[in-house]
């Protein structure tokens, strides 16, 4: 039987050191809004697995559901203006 840890430093030529690159950290940074978001909305559902969901459930997930979708509609907008494309469907 062949051994893999001599063929190791031929896979992993960088070392890896186990903290995230600046440019790594940036990104996280910029899409932190949504990531949060996306845990209120699971945080929401989550709440409702074991019971039927209340109006005051219901609530809480369609807001959660929206401020989703518009940290997704922010950083869409704020990527394409970055990197100078227009986005097409909006009105006039």
Do not use: C, H, W, Y
Not at 10 to 27: N, Q, Y
Not at 29 to 37: F, G, K, N, Q
Not at 55 to 74: G, K, M
């Amino acid at each position: 039987m062949k051994s893999i840890a001599a063929l190791q430093a031929v896979v992993t030529a960088v070392p890896f050191d186990g903290e995230p690159s600046d440019a790594e950290l940036d990104a996280i940074e910029v899409e932190s809004p949504l990531i949060l978001a996306e845990v209120a909305l699971l945080d929401a559902q989550i709440m409702t697995i074991d019971r039927i969901p209340t109006e005051l459930d219901a609530r809480r997930i369609r807001r959660a559901r929206r401020r989703v979708l518009a940290a997704r509609r922010d950083l869409a907008n704020r990527t394409a203006a970055e990197s100078g494309t227009t986005v097409s469907g909006g009105a006039a």
